[in-house]
């Protein structure tokens, strides 16, 4: 029974020995692939495109190193403020200005004898456009000749009765209604003349008709304006009468024009009578053209929106055309100070956001994001929020560095 015993002990001692060998071993491996892990995770963080988790749910910085050639390439500077205007930008199209857009009719009725001048023609205010053939000036002017016979009759008449009177041949009531009747046919005379005048005949020409004893039909209509003539409905025989469209020719002012647009609803309040405005049109490309706000619609449109925003253009060379499209710039309010970055220093993320690469010793770059204001002034763009005066900030070369921690290490 002892022998037993002992030697059941000692199986016992061996069974014992070879589990916490097992143990051992097991430890062992566990201590190793707890190392292994631990350098798998310090190689991953000491990686330039590493981003681990942080205890409060953020993002650790994103960072990226790059050797003395690599950062020779990158231009970088110290953040600045600079004064960022406050604008406003829509288009529109160009139309003329219809404050200074004439439809040019006959004061009367009549048929059209002759056209003198063409679409496109530039005229000067009192050339004349058209002549027609006007019966009310025919009648005018006869009624001027009747009248002018009739005061040379009652004149006579006058003259004769008084040397009567003197001669003691007749009455002093006869000389009375003689320079009664004379100076109705005067009164006659005079109106019958100022009825030719509102014709636009000048007293030269009404002499002349006086003269020649002569009626003269032709009503001469001038231009009311200098300017462009941008249509024409003129010809030969064309009856035409006063308000009747369409009208024998349209001249218009090319020194201004107008510039029409409708700006969507939320910038609708920013717009004001006599704001500066800045317009552009493809045709020229490098060409500013200055003018001011005129009008400011008094509604919002139901269907789109949209507000009328009307200003005038000033176009001394006669550039603009009706129709071009056109693009402007309103100064809305006084220029801010801000945090400006290069506009090729702010990249758009994926998902949205705008960052920037700030460094500290020129090796080391971390991506930053940061709030935009106003973008892409005078080759700026506004941060609100982000960055603080003084900072290194990478100004061209951003997109580099950006790609260069997507692609990792081998980037």
């Not at 020995?17 to 097992?22: N, T, Y």
């Amino acid at each position: 029974m002892r022998i037993v015993g002992d030697f059941s002990k000692q199986a016992l001692l061996k069974v014992t020995l070879a589990l916490l060998f097992i143990v051992g071993a097991a430890a062992f491996a566990g201590s190793r692939y707890f190392v292994s892990s631990g350098s798998v995770a310090a190689a991953t963080k000491d990686r330039a495109t590493s981003i681990l988790p942080m205890s409060d749910g953020e993002r650790a910085p994103q960072f990226v190193d790059l050797t003395e050639k690599q950062v020779a390439v990158l231009k970088i500077a110290s953040a600045e403020q600079r004064s960022f205007e406050l604008l406003k930008t829509a288009v529109g199209t160009i139309d003329f200005n219809e404050n200074v857009l004439v439809q040019v009719f006959s004061q009367y009725p009549g048929k059209i004898l002759k056209a003198f001048v063409n679409l496109g023609d530039e005229v000067k205010q009192g050339d004349i456009l058209f002549t027609i053939d006007s019966p009310d000036l025919l009648q005018a002017e006869s009624v001027l000749l009747a009248s002018a016979g009739v005061l040379e009759l009652q004149t006579r008449t006058l003259a004769r009765a008084t040397q009567l009177l003197r001669a003691g041949g007749s009455a002093q009531k006869d000389v009375d209604q003689a320079t009664s009747d004379q100076q109705t046919a005067e009164g006659n005379f005079k109106a019958a003349k100022n009825a030719v005048r509102m014709f636009g005949k000048t007293d030269a020409e009404i002499e002349q008709i006086l003269a020649q004893r002569k009626v003269d039909s032709t009503l001469l209509v001038p231009s009311p304006i200098s300017g462009r003539i941008i249509a024409r409905n003129a010809a030969p025989g064309f009856l035409t009468q006063p308000g009747n469209a369409p009208a024998p020719y349209s001249v218009a002012d090319l020194s201004t024009m107008w510039m029409v647009a409708n700006v969507i609803e939320t910038d609708a309040p920013a717009y004001r009578l006599g704001q500066d405005v800045e317009v552009r049109v493809p045709a020229y490309p490098d060409t500013i053209f200055h003018g001011h706000v005129t009008t400011v619609g008094s509604m919002i449109d139901p269907n789109s929106h949209r507000q009328l925003v009307r200003s005038e253009i000033a176009d001394p060379q006669h550039l603009l055309r009706s129709g071009m499209f056109a693009s402007f710039v309103i100064r809305v309010g006084d220029a801010a100070r801000s945090l400006a970055v290069p506009v090729e220093g702010v990249v758009r993320e994926g998902d949205g956001t705008m960052t920037v690469w700030v460094t500290v010793d020129r090796r080391r770059f971390v991506k930053r994001t940061v709030k935009v204001g106003i973008q892409q002034q005078g080759g700026f763009s506004q941060i609100l929020q982000g960055l603080e005066p003084g900072e290194l900030v990478v100004t061209d070369g951003a997109v580099f560095l950006s790609n260069k921690l997507l692609l990792g290490a081998d980037g």
